[in-house]
Structures are given as C-alpha cells and as structure tokens.
C-alpha cells in the first residue's frame, strides 16, 4: 500500500495521559500536514513539515501539543496531559511540494478518545 | 476558524438524481478542492480548481468557481449509492499552503 498510513487507527486514553501517533506520508511527498476534525465539522489544520522542519503551527496546537517529524520521513504528534476536549480525529496528509498545484493526500486518521 | 461554508449541511436526493453542493469562502484563494469523506474515514480528493478557471469536469462531477462572488459548487450527476459521503471544499492561498476546510455537505443518496 502506497498511500498515507497512520497509527493506530484508534485510541482511547484517560485524561491527563501522553498520547503519540505516528504518520507515514506517501515517500516521494516531502509535506506533511497535521489536522484534526471534531464531529460535524471539517478538518482544521493544527502544524505542517517540509522535509523535517516545522513551517507553520496554528494557535489551535497549544504547548501541550508537539509535532516532530525528524528524518523527514514519518511525523509523530505528542498531546501531553491530554483533555476530553482533545478528542477528536487526527488526520496526517502529505503532498510534493514541488507541484504548482498539488491535491493532499490523507490518510485513514487516528481517532482519539478521552474519558 | 473555518474559510468556507458548504450550503446546504445536508441533502438526500434519491438515486439517478443530480446532486448540488455550494461552497462560500472569504478570502482571495489560490485554488480551491473538493473532497470527500465517507463516515468515519479519510479524506479522498476530487477535484482541484485553480484560481483562473472556472469550471472543471471529471467523470460525474463539475465544479464550477466564481471568484468574484467568492464561491464555488459541485455537481454530481447521476448520483449513487455510493456517493453517500460528506463532501468538503478547501481553499489555498498559494500553490501549496494548508488548506482551510468547510464544514461540509452530507449527501445520502437513497437506493
């Protein structure tokens, strides 16, 4: 399968637990996006990669949130101290960045529960 | 903050009928997406505008863009009931920034 893999699919976790989840972008994709969807909206963008930096971080990801992607490969997102407010789907998407036009692709999404 | 609204939330049309979905944003765009998120899943794309063009087509579906009034719509013809699914549009405001989604239409196409 060649498309944008996350892990895991879902996850469910007590409030005040650290959370990680991984992204694999497609290969050839050198930006990876981070958003996250709650139910009945559409996704909103949380922080995105160009190789391995860290381009831009929206206000939604606060200091309790962290994203790291260091070979410029796969991306991981941290939710430190977690909220029932966090739960929500994580959606990772990758694009070339070197299209004039480019269509992100997603992936299946992490589904984040916090009781 | 969200850029777009979808209009309407939802439609349910029956099988064999063509289904609308308009879209309204804010500010100036680069290009403007189409996707498609069936319940629980992922997001597949659709379709891509760019800025300068105003209608597209690809296989069932035509997009047209009016940049003056800031809108967009999709048409699906002879819908399915696969189509069921919520529809998203998304504007850049370059060639390859984050996107800034709408809320969405929920189509339900009834057999």
């Known amino acids: 399968d060649t498309g944008v893999s996350q892990n895991p699919r879902h996850k469910i976790t007590k409030r005040g637990q650290n959370v990680t989840f991984r992204c694999d972008p497609i290969?050839?994709?050198?930006?990876l996006y981070w958003y996250r969807q709650t139910l009945g909206q559409g996704p909103e963008f949380l922080t995105y990669f160009q190789n391995e930096a860290q381009l831009e971080k929206s206000r939604l990801l606060s200091d309790r949130f962290s994203a790291e992607r260091p070979k410029g490969s796969f991306s991981t997102l941290e939710i430190q101290r977690t909220e029932q407010g966090d739960s929500a789907m994580y959606l990772c998407a990758s694009s070339f960045q070197l299209a004039a036009y480019y269509e992100q692709y997603f992936g299946p999404g992490t589904r984040l529960t916090v009781t | 903050s969200q850029q777009g609204e979808e209009d309407p939330q939802a439609l349910s049309i029956q099988e064999g009928e063509n289904a609308t979905m308009n879209c309204s944003y804010k500010t100036s765009i680069n290009n403007l997406q189409w996707y498609r998120q069936n319940s629980g899943r992922g997001l597949v794309h659709l379709i891509l505008?760019?800025?300068?063009?105003r209608e597209k087509h690809s296989g069932r579906l035509r997009v047209t863009l009016d940049t003056s009034k800031k809108s967009s719509s999709l048409l699906i013809t002879a819908s399915r009931a696969a189509d069921t699914a919520s529809y998203f549009c998304a504007t850049g405001d370059s060639g390859n920034t984050p996107l800034v989604f709408g809320k969405g239409t929920r189509l339900s196409v009834i057999a």
């Open positions: 505008i760019r800025s300068n063009e």
């Open positions: 290969s050839e994709h050198n930006r």
